[in-house]
């Protein structure tokens, strides 16, 4: 049985024109929440709102170096996130 709740915090990820904005910063290489705050020009505590659900959903990583956060997109998460949508959108 689909753990479908998981499944949810893939689609839930994706579902913001903010995370999208983020994923495809993240595309280049890591970064720190520094410059996603100020290429996004958005609140600390919104870009943790919106780093929390890229995190839960297992697309993002993030990791503290000082009083930073770091952030990279898991190559892990990535693919499941895909072999998910395609499982979802195959027909049988």
Known sequence: MRNHAADAKVFK???DVNRLQILEMLRENEKCACVILE???ISQSTLSHH???LCDSGIVTGRKEGKWMYYSISKEG???ARKL???LT???
């Open 85 to 87: 949508l395609e499982l």
């Open 13 to 15: 990820a994706l579902d």
């Open 90 to 92: 195959t027909t049988t």
């Open 39 to 41: 290429d996004l020009q």
């Open 51 to 53: 780093m929390k659900i």
């Open 78 to 80: 990535s693919q499941k």
